[in-house]
């Protein structure tokens, strides 16, 4: 297994540079076809009391994504010039208001998904809920790169947070390509059980057990937080041992069109301090 085509999403301008650099190494890495996607969303019209001039919502929509292609070519270009692998930059003038409707199809169809972790300040960029609609509708793994912390290509230490899910099974095959490059891979699981006789699959035993196989150097490393909040406590962790990337499973549904995250989900991606991989 390896990843073969990756694509990249390129909205959340604020954070080009660390996310370029992380997606052009990975692609160089594994030799792999990289896809940058910017989409230029539809113009989103709200019922308004006031009369407001349809063609000039549309005019300076236009003026404001054409503006930013510009940059987004360039920026492209300057990361890519150098990287040994094919790619190809899109810019995709989508149908929906929604970026992450063009990432989530475009997504589909390749290894691996790359984004941004989003800017909740700023209207620049993607929607507030973009990273979770992409991650639960996808149907592929999505590495996030935090604001200016490029993702190494290979890092030397990775976690996983296992807790014997299925999103956690799937995060934790989904990164092997990775797993198999690091030097260090420990199994976190968060309070574990602490009767002897439970299951071993929830302890990680199993999951260590199977990645051995696929020659990744798996250490099983459980978490006692004695209260503490589940998802910093992962984090803090991951920072301790110096980890280049964490992997989880992504836990969540959509209902009424809300998207509603498992705890430990919500508070990684608010508050990340590595590149993370998850799964859904």
């Not at 800017?119 to 973009?130: C, N, P, Y």
């Not at 459980?222 to 962790?237: F, H, S, V, Y």
Request: aromatic share 6%.
């Amino acid at each position: 297994m390896s990843y073969r085509t990756i694509l990249v999403n390129l909205n959340e301008t604020a954070n080009i540079e660390a996310i370029l650099a992380s997606a052009a190494g990975l692609a160089t890495e594994f030799e792999a076809q990289l896809t940058g996607l910017y989409v230029i969303p539809a113009v989103r019209i709200y019922p308004s009391a006031v009369y407001e001039p349809i063609p000039d919502m549309f005019e300076a929509h236009r003026e404001y994504f054409d503006r930013r292609e510009a940059k987004i070519r360039a920026a492209f270009s300057k990361a890519l010039s150098a990287a040994g692998t094919g790619n190809d930059l899109r810019i995709e003038r989508s149908a929906s208001p929604l970026i992450c409707d063009a990432v989530i199809d475009r997504g589909r169809a390749c290894d691996l998904v790359m984004v941004s972790q989003t800017e909740s300040m700023s209207k620049a960029g993607v929607e507030l809920d973009f990273v979770p609609r992409v991650l639960v509708a996808a149907g592929r793994p999505v590495i996030v790169v935090p604001f200016d912390l490029p993702m190494q290509p290979a890092p030397a230490t990775v976690v996983i947070g296992w807790n014997g899910s299925r999103e956690a099974a799937r995060a934790a095959f989904d990164s092997l390509p990775i797993l198999r490059r690091a030097r260090e891979v420990y199994i976190i699981r968060v309070d574990p059980p602490s009767d002897p006789g439970s299951d071993s699959s929830l302890a990680g035993e199993d999951i260590a057990a199977s990645l051995r196989r696929h020659g990744v150097n798996a250490l099983l490393n459980p978490l006692i937080t004695r209260g503490e909040d589940a998802g910093e406590a992962l984090l803090d962790k991951a920072k301790e041992l110096g980890a280049g990337l964490l992997v989880i499973g992504a836990y969540g549904h959509s209902r009424l069109h809300e998207l509603v995250l498992g705890g430990v989900t919500r508070t990684v991606l608010r508050k990340m301090t590595c590149p993370v991989l998850l799964s859904h």
